[in-house]
């Protein structure tokens, strides 16, 4: 009987792996490697394939599966990362990205072991469900991941659905082709800011990042006496989300109203999520969500706002327990479910 599989979390700048046990435990710390995304597919695969070795011996057992998160639009079902935008190489002095690379195989052939994936931030969601918040129970568990951009996912139990669903457990929502779950690209404002994808108003473009950042360099040019401002020591560039979080934790207020405002748009996004799904746990994961208690007061102010209110009455809204290791026990999350499907 299977006793480990090995998380991976595939990311533009490192690739990290870990061996994990059916209850999400990680049996030797994870080993990192540069992913050396941008030098072309041969010589990413090849950091991927020595992180893997190296996680495998480190724990020091024989893994039955792996399971990885890759960033982009992946087709979990024929194992190609259909479009993966970090990653890629230049030629004829033209950056080409990841476009259907059939990256599972290349693994299986080179590891001998059967490789799932899919997108991080929808992995991230199902290592939350099953090793998080969600304790593998929740009825529905709907995940931002705050972070450069915002990602999403979509976990749901045979409560969720109607008719004659046999399923146990949760299963993670990922549409046609791989796609669903783009939770970040929720618009909440047609006439907003552009965003990366090319619409506007979307909640990433309000909510990622380099948008908080933006946002607190101006209030911080606009309060010159607040504690925001005083940290930066005359330097705007040092502003981070960390940051204005110090300010927060200190009673600034420029800082708070920072995370009230971006709080506030995050709530109307998920009050719409909220209406979709209906779910009994709403995650918040990525670094941003350690912002905590006055970004979270603020979400919940704008849910109680927008949210339909029956519907909000049975839901929680929680910081994600799994932050560090999202993409890990994500990947490990999948590799389980694999193994259960064999049996
Ligand atoms: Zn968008």
């Known amino acids: 009987m299977a006793t480990a599989v090995v998380g991976v979390d595939l990311g533009g700048t490192n690739v990290r792996a870990a061996v994990v046990n059916r209850a999400g435990e990680l049996l030797a710390p994870p080993v990192q490697h540069p992913s050396r995304a941008q030098e072309g597919f041969a010589l990413t695969l090849e950091q991927i394939t020595l992180t893997i070795r190296e996680a495998i011996a480190a724990a020091g057992v024989s893994p039955a599966r792996i399971g990885m998160a890759v960033p982009g639009h992946i087709d979990s079902a024929r194992g190609v990362v259909r479009w993966a935008p970090n990653f890629g190489e230049m030629r004829d002095e033209v950056f080409e990205v990841w476009r259907d690379v059939p990256l599972a195989d ?38 931002l991941t705050l972070g450069t951009g915002i990602g999403g996912g979509v976990v749901l139990t045979r409560h969720q659905v109607q008719g004659n669903a046999h399923w146990e457990g949760g299963v993670l929502l990922v549409g046609l082709s791989g ?16 965003c990366g994808c090319g619409a506007r108003g979307c909640i990433e473009a309000y909510a990622r990042r380099d948008a908080i950042v933006e946002l607190a360099r101006e209030q911080a040019r606009r309060n010159p006496d607040s504690l925001l401002n005083r940290l930066t020591e005359g330097d705007p560039a040092k502003i981070t989300p960390a940051l204005v979080s110090e300010a927060a934790a200190q009673g600034d207020p420029t800082a708070l109203a920072i995370w009230r405002e971006v709080g506030y748009y995050l709530g109307i996004a998920i009050a719409s999520l909220i209406s979709v799904f209906n779910p009994e746990i709403v995650a918040i994961g990525g670094q941003i969500a350690k912002a905590g208690a006055p970004l979270f007061a603020a979400i919940h102010e704008a849910v109680r706002d927008y949210a339909l209110p029956t519907l909000l009455q049975d839901c929680r809204i929680v910081p994600a327990e799994r932050i560090e290791d999202a993409g890990i026990l994500g990947g490990a999350a999948l590799a389980w479910q694999a193994v259960e499907a064999r049996r």
């Open 179 to 194: 796609g669903a779950g783009e939770l970040g690209h929720t618009i909440i404002n047609f006439a907003g800011p552009r």
């Open 106 to 143: 290349a693994l299986q052939a080179r590891l001998n072991l059967p490789v799932v994936m899919g997108n991080d931030a929808n992995l991230a969601a199902l290592g939350e469900y099953t090793y998080g918040v969600g304790r593998g129970a929740a009825r529905g568990l709907v995940m």
